[in-house]
């Protein structure tokens, strides 16, 4: 696929500049916590292309993770990560996050947030995969928006801090092989050039890759698009995972059903009002998101039914309103009380586990470049994330990277210079429908490159994603549908080479052509650089064979 350097011409000669000492692209919570983590003495600028609070952390509704139960052990909630994983998690980093977890939790709490409580104690929720209760949550199903509204509030606050929100990041500059800041279009439509010591890429996830996500719109695959341009290393694209329970009502936007429902104890019944999770796995509704997802799709299949269900009747019903206010809110709207009808749900695309490569501090591979939260592949996650570890690889990761980026800023000299780099006008005048294109882009990731993938489904993606870059990717836009047109088809083009070259099936990636996990050739990372074989995926390294820990 011919994928140029910068998606828009500009020549820095003749440019308006902004400078600034640490620039941060994104703000949901990797993003913000990455500025709280920086020197006060420093300049911070966080450009968002949408409001500050349109974003994946916003629309979070299980809440955080962590080791807060007496009963509990760190060790415990390691090794149901690590299982969750799929035996490709890096397990000193599963270490780190999971012990700084009760730290990063009560940050939180002393920065505003309002989790649930009862007699002054944190109420902990169980969800999918987590062998004890340590979810912890706020407004029942609203944890997300609760930590975003204490967030924003306090990064607002903040007096080295500035905001720069509706303004689309473009693409990362480069010059002599480091990142010196970002090609930056604002409100006005005007390109900017900021430069920056230090760059922090924060910018979410992928979920509008496919047609049924629980992602906000502005979800475009943006970050991992922009570093593969500027010859950042990915990782492991192939691993999106996706949610087992998207609330499905035929001609509406599709809403997240939290996994919360299950821990709860609701069932999953098909067309027939069978419950089929016992039969497909030991752990029944409690089975990890892949496995959940996974037979799903084959219980619609054998019912020939677009959907199944989530029954709620058994429960009490006062208990079920009280701890899912949002989500009876957004079921009532068509006519569904959730305490007494069953709720229609298939999965969608959820989160990506795949992104840009980053060490424990957070860098990437290209130096003076950072990146935290969903975009990146940082090794906590494996092949398949465990239900409410994202934020938490948030929080833990953002302070992280804005603390690394922060000493290396202050260790760096206060000289700052705009630097010579231009992209010319391309030649191209082709005209097509940027929705049609998108449309037809999403139906054909979420048919053939969805929770089952095959050889021939694969080729065929890849075939029409090459088609449609033929003519989308030489053109140079001059507004947003079409730049994001553009990340959707870089990303997607990569999530599908990645996923033909990994011939096995492992966590969130199932191949019924090779239905089977094979250890011993593909117990390693694929890795993606736009200077390695024209992009295409290649082997890392065999890891070891993983070792859980025991107790």
Known sequence: MMTPR????????????????????????????????????LRVLIVTKGQLRESNSHYAQGG?????????????????TLVAGANLCDE????????????????????????????????????????????????GDATGAEIMRAMIQRTRALKNVRILENAFTVDLLTHEGRCRGAVVVEENGVPVMVWAKEILLCTGGAGQ?????????????????????????????EF??????????????????????????????????????????????????????????????????PCVYLDLSHLDGQRVLSRFPGIAAVCAKFGLDITSDRIPVRPGAHYMLGGVTVDRQGRTSLPGLWAAGEVTSSGLHGANRLA??????????????????????????????????????????????????????KSLMTRLVGVERDAAGLQKAADTIHSYAAYVMGHQFQGLPGWELQNLLTTAAIMVASARVRCESRGVHFRSDYPAPDDEAWRRHLIVKIDDDAGYPRRGELLEPAQLPTG
């Open 6 to 41: 910068y998606l828009i011409p500009f020549d820095t000669r003749h440019a308006v500049h902004r400078f600034t000492d640490i620039l941060i692209i994104g703000g949901g919570l990797a993003g913000q916590r990455a500025a709280n983590a920086v020197a006060p003495h």
């Open 64 to 80: 955080i993770a962590g080791v807060l139960d007496p009963d509990d052990r760190f060790e415990n909630h390691i090794r149901d």
């Open 92 to 139: 000193e980093v599963v270490n780190m996050v999971i012990r700084e977890a009760p730290r990063r939790i009560e940050e939180l709490v002393r920065w505003g947030t309002q989790f649930d409580s009862e007699d002054g104690e944190l109420e902990l929720g169980r969800e999918g995969g987590h062998s004890h209760e340590r979810i912890v949550h706020a407004q």
């Open 209 to 237: 890759v496919f047609r049924e996500s629980t992602n906000p719109a502005v979800a475009t695959a943006d970050g991992t698009s922009l570093a593969y341009r500027a010859g950042v290393e990915l990782r492991d694209m």
């Open 240 to 305: 999106m995972q996706f949610h087992p329970t998207v609330l499905y009502i035929a001609g509406s936007s599709r809403s997240l059903i939290t996994e919360a429902l299950r821990g709860e104890g609701a069932h999953l019944v098909d067309s027939t009002g069978h419950r089929f999770m016992p039969e497909c796995d030991p752990r029944a509704e409690l089975a990890p998101r892949d496995v959940v997802s996974q037979c799903i799709i084959r219980q619609m299949q054998k019912t020939a039914h």
């Open 388 to 441: 409410s570890n994202s934020l938490l690889e948030g929080l833990v990761y953002g302070a992280a990277a804005g603390e690394g980026a922060s000493r290396s800023a202050s260790e760096g000299g206060s000289e700052m210079r705009a630097l010579p780099i231009r992209q010319s006008v391309s030649s191209s005048t082709e005209s097509f429908d940027i929705d049609d294109v998108r449309i037809s882009l």
